[in-house]
């Protein structure tokens, strides 16, 4: 179930590419940006419609494989 790692690196890479000249300095500030990332960016909204959609199958092919690697 690794798309969870996928996911932490996207939103790494959001948050520290947003077009700002502020940097980052309280965690009040990381968690608006955060925020903002999360729920404002077009490819974190694309990446989080398409990994829910995945699951069902992912859990039915982890569940298959009894926890073992899947291909999914």
Not at 39 to 59: A, L, Q, S, V
Request: charged share 30%; proline share 3%.
């Amino acid at each position: 179930m690794n798309h969870i790692e996928n996911l932490w690196d996207i939103l790494k890479h959001e948050i520290y590419s947003e077009p700002t000249n502020k940097t980052l300095t309280t965690n009040r500030e990381l968690v608006e940006r955060q925020i903002k990332v999360w729920f404002c960016r077009k490819r974190m909204t694309r990446f989080n419609t398409t990994f829910i959609e995945m699951m069902p199958n992912r859990i039915k092919a982890l569940t298959a494989s009894e926890g073992g690697q899947t291909k999914c």
